[in-house]
């Protein structure tokens, strides 16, 4: 089982960057397929991206891809999500997800991740 804490929200203009960190508690992070999903409200939560337990294999979503980058660090049981670029439709709140995998996969849907942290709020004003 494993246990994530997001940091690393807030508030910035658009054009501006935010850096969302993930911290996973346990001992096998690197079991884990990582993921980031954000939702607004009144909508669904979305994906937004994904990486493998070793790092080497990541996914993005349409809207994202060229401005967010994910990245992993096992030795920290550490993911994380520097978004640049921020456009208000960015605005939601993210939520780091978990998986554990075999392999180097990509999980995109929600629903098979079983491991969720609470979210953290990101506002990207006009």
């Known amino acids: 089982q494993v246990q994530l804490v997001e940091s690393g929200g807030g508030s910035v203009q658009t054009g501006g960057s935010l850096r969302l960190s993930c911290a996973a508690s346990?001992?096998?992070?690197?079991?884990?397929?990582m993921a980031w999903f954000r939702q607004a409200p009144g909508k669904e939560r979305e994906f937004v991206a994904a990486i493998s337990r070793s790092g080497g294999t990541t996914a993005y979503a349409d809207s994202v891809k060229g401005r967010f980058t994910i990245s992993r660090d096992n030795a920290q049981n550490t993911v994380y999500l520097q978004m640049n670029s921020l456009k208000p439709e960015d605005t939601a709140v993210y939520f780091c997800?978990?998986?554990?995998?075999?392999?180097?996969?990509?999980?995109?849907?929600?629903?098979?991740?079983?491991?969720w942290g609470q979210g953290t709020q990101v506002t990207v004003s006009s």
């Open positions: 997800a978990a998986e554990r995998t075999i392999g180097q996969v990509v999980l995109t849907t929600p629903a098979l991740y079983h491991y």
């Open positions: 346990g001992r096998t992070f690197s079991s884990y397929t």
